[in-house]
């Protein structure tokens, strides 16, 4: 589905992401691991058409991505900080932004949305500044299948989430990914990346340095690799 090819951006004259290359493909998960300052966070900014690349290809489906004035639709983004309407309920976040995505949202439909994504139906007319991390995940993953959204690009999901709910997101997830959709997903946390993904990039000055299947791997194996290519200790379990 997603192609990256030979992708590099520099700020100044400093390379940030050099001759990138990577493919996720329909339904996967894919995690891209690496250290703070490993360029993930550039990578996400690219595809997500924030920044351009000074070379390279991002390709879907094999067409440029920015070709299509409609790319920002098969995208959706859930950041680290996620950005709702604090004054408002999930449900009219929801209903918001579709509409602004030019698509008309039925009181129904929204409502099973917020229930697919596990919201509790108690929260559904709540404001958003009442809400937890994960209660604002599951907004924002809601919105991101009421678009339509072919990739959900999420950075650093696990952070501040207490066990549980990061075991709700896995399975979130994963179910949403039977659907024909698929993740890209930024994180530190090995242990997660094993949990949820298809197959684990680690990225290390700005290029993916090995990848791994996950069900042919299993964590102490993972472990390993990484004391091997001596990557930097600040990716956690």
Do not use: W
């Amino acid at each position: 589905m997603l192609t990256i090819k030979n992708l590099c951006k520099q700020y100044n004259t400093v390379s940030v992401i050099s001759d990138l290359n990577l493919q996720i493909n329909t339904g996967e998960i894919y995690c891209l691991l690496g250290h703070n300052g490993a360029g993930k966070s550039t990578t996400l900014n690219l595809i997500l058409g924030f920044l351009k690349a000074d070379s390279g290809e991002i390709m879907l489906d094999d067409k440029p991505l920015f070709e299509d004035k409609n790319y920002r639709n098969y995208l959706s983004y859930v950041p680290d900080e996620i950005a709702l309407y604090e004054n408002l309920s999930g449900y009219h976040n929801l209903k918001l932004f579709t509409d602004l995505t030019g698509q008309k949202l039925p009181k129904e439909e929204a409502l099973k949305l917020l229930q697919l994504v596990g919201l509790p139906e108690s929260a559904f007319s709540q404001k958003i500044a009442k809400y937890s991390k994960g209660m604002r995940q599951k907004v924002a993953i809601a919105i991101a299948l009421a678009k339509k959204a072919r990739i959900i690009i999420m950075d650093e999901p696990t952070n501040g989430l207490d066990p549980n709910s990061v075991e709700n997101l896995t399975q979130l997830c994963k179910e949403i990914s039977k659907q024909n959709i698929s993740f890209l997903i930024t994180t530190h946390d090995l242990f997660f990346a094993k949990e949820i993904s298809n197959r684990i990039g680690i990225l290390q000055n700005g290029k993916i340095i090995d990848e791994l299947e996950t069900k042919t791997q299993n964590l102490e194996s993972i472990q390993e690799l990484f004391t091997q290519k001596k990557i930097k200790n600040e990716i956690y379990i």
